[in-house]
């Protein structure tokens, strides 16, 4: 029986006897050894944390499992986020799950198909905004004040608070920090709530020594990199459409403290990416997540040698989240054939013939 993040992690955690100790099941993922990557990177020590494994297939859940506890504890009558999709997936799953109702702000038409269909499928109250997710951000922000509404996204702390435990798994796993934490960053609550993470985890005795923190956005959305907040954010990673982080300071923090870094990805580069980690590692994640691995590739055509780094890519949700897209940029046949035994034997035989290979 899943014990749950709250429980396992209690003592890290802001968690008082009154604390409710809900769970769907979320934290303890899986850090999963690359095969292919490894090799073609010359990275022996490449691990994926599967963040895409908790219970509403984003690392989300972590942070959101606290925040609703915490909003109970606290007698809150409804939740309230703006999101460019995951986020909005976990609150309403949460808050279904102790019976609070959920409100999500989502830019109108901006939102994987796949998380909206859990926000409704939760019953949350969705608001389609005819705006960006940095305007929703800044709306609920102010209704919040306001109104008895607690806000759930990462400026609420006890998020921030759930996130860092990814980082604890990473070091019971590896049996200590791995030298470089690859990460997207879009609202950049997760980065900071890592680099938290390894820090206390350190000055718990847990783990000697610290990782580099390297972040990466996506060039069209590339606010940190930049240095100024950019109005109209474009990428295909729709999670990382974000002009004007929340968490920007804990995020340059993180890169400048860990002596790590936050760099671009561009779309093709996490197109690539997101196909490798389907076809060649089994892994199936949303173009988000895929550019925590993109970084990695980056660094390595840079000339970084990783053969004797411990190197973790933070896989932070999963591709189911976006099958629309997944159709539109892998290439794959699908053959109709009537249902005869000759002609599915014909199909088998004809790719071989010809030397091809499914994709
Ligand atoms: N990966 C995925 C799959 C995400 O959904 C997000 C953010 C990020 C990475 C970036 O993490 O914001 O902590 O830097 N999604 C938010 C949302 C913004 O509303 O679901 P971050």
């Not at 690392?59 to 109970?72: E, S, W």
């Not at 509404?149 to 920090?177: W, Y």
């Not at 403290?257 to 580069?269: A, H, N, Q, Y």
């Not at 660094?299 to 989240?321: F, N, P």
Request: aromatic share 4%; hydrophobic share 40%; with cysteine.
């Amino acid at each position: 029986m899943s014990r749950g993040l709250l429980e396992k992690h209690r003592p890290f955690l802001p968690i008082s006897p009154k604390t409710p100790m809900i769970t769907l099941g979320e934290g303890d993922t899986p850090l999963v050894p690359s095969s292919k990557l490894a090799r073609e990177l010359g990275c022996p020590n490449l691990y994926f944390k599967l963040e895409s494994c908790n219970p509403t297939g984003s690392f989300k859940d972590r942070g959101m499992v606290v925040a609703v506890a915490k909003a109970l504890e606290a007698g809150s009558r409804g939740i309230i986020c703006a999101s460019t999709g995951n986020t909005s997936a976990s609150a309403a799953a949460y808050g279904a799950r102790v019976g609070v109702p959920a409100t999500v702000l989502v830019p109108q038409g901006d939102v994987a198909f796949g998380k909206l269909a859990q926000a409704q499928a939760h019953g949350a109250r969705i608001l389609a905004l005819n705006g960006s997710f940095d305007q929703a951000l800044t709306l609920v922000r102010s209704i919040t004040q306001t109104h008895p509404l607690t806000l759930v996204n990462s400026i609420n702390p006890h998020r921030l608070e759930g996130q860092k435990t990814a980082a604890f798994e990473i070091v019971d796993d590896l049996g200590e920090a791995p030298d470089l934490l690859c990460i997207p960053v879009g609202n950049a609550g997760n980065i900071a709530s890592y680099w938290r993470g390894f820090q206390e985890y350190r000055r718990a005795g847990r783990a000697k020594t610290l990782p580099k923190m390297m972040g990466f956005q996506a060039e069209g959305a590339a606010p940190i990199v930049l240095g100024r907040p950019v109005p109209h954010p474009t990428t295909l990673a729709s999670a990382l459409r974000i002009g004007n982080p929340a968490t920007w300071d804990g995020a340059v923090s993180a890169r400048d403290e860990s002596g790590g870094l936050i760099d671009t990805v561009t779309d093709d580069e996490i197109l690539e990416a997101y196909r490798l980690m389907a076809s060649g590692e089994g892994v199936f994640c949303e173009p988000a997540s895929a550019a925590s691995v993109a970084g990695l590739l980056k660094l390595h055509r840079k000339g970084l040698d990783l053969q004797d780094l411990t190197v973790v890519c933070v896989i932070t949700g999963s591709g189911l989240k976006d099958p629309e897209l997944a159709l539109r940029f892998v290439q794959s046949e699908v053959t109709e054939i009537a249902a005869e035994a000759k002609e599915v034997e014909a199909a088998l035989l004809a790719p071989m013939a010809q030397g091809r290979r499914a994709p």
